[in-house]
Structures are given as C-alpha cells and as structure tokens.
C-alpha cells in the first residue's frame, strides 16, 4: 500500500504565500509524475500542477508564473509554491502520484491524498 499526506495548508492574505508538502510512503519503487491538484467548492477538481520524475514540469494557466512545483525524489515527496496568492485559489489542494510498485513491472497506481484547506481571504 502506498499513502500520501499533504501539509502545509492554511490561511493566507491575498498576495501572500504558501508552500505545500506531500510525502508518499509505503511500498514503492519508483513513482513517475507527481501532481497536485485543487477542488474548489462548488467546482470541479482540476490540475493545478504536475511534474514528471524527470523534471519537466507543467501548470494550469490560472497558476503560471505564481507557483511552483517541485520535488525530491530521494523523499518521494512533492512540493508547491505558492506566491501572489488570490481568493480564487481557496479550495482544497490534492497531491497526486503514479506510483510504479514492483522493480519487474512497468505497471503503476494512481494515488490521492486526503486534501489540504488553502484560504485565501483577508
């Protein structure tokens, strides 16, 4: 079994920051893409974020030049800066992750985190 936990959510003002944390743990052997992803109330949930076990990063463009996703694949966790932020970013934040479980396969699992609150109002 794989389990993700996110952090580092919380209230902020707008044009503040954040950063959220999401470590996955358990049985692993190598996980590919890694992402994050938001659910606002009343919305869909939609890709804010993603970034290949390579690097190579992509984003929402309502997120483009504010936040940044990164991660350490040596801690299999994954993390978003989040600067200039607005009120339109309020929602739950979700950390996603394709995890590849066995060294003699290519087979992988989708996985999600439980959610983390991000509030942006002053």
């Known amino acids: 079994q794989v389990q993700l936990v996110e952090s580092g959510g919380g209230l902020v003002q707008p044009g503040g920051s954040l950063r959220l944390s999401c470590a996955a743990s358990g049985s692993i052997f190598h996980i590919n893409a890694m992402g994050w992803y938001r659910q606002a109330p009343g919305k869909q949930r939609e890709l804010v974020a993603t970034i290949g076990s390579g690097g190579s990063t992509d984003y929402a463009e309502s997120v483009k030049g504010r936040f940044t996703i990164s991660r350490d694949n040596a801690k299999n966790t994954v993390y978003l800066q989040m600067n200039g932020l607005k009120p339109e970013d309020t929602a739950v934040y979700y950390c996603?992750?394709?995890?590849?479980?066995?060294?003699?396969?290519?087979?992988?699992?989708?996985?999600w985190g439980p959610g983390t609150q991000v509030t942006v109002s002053s």
């Open positions: 996603n992750s394709d995890v590849r479980l066995y060294s003699w396969s290519a087979f992988s699992r989708n996985y």
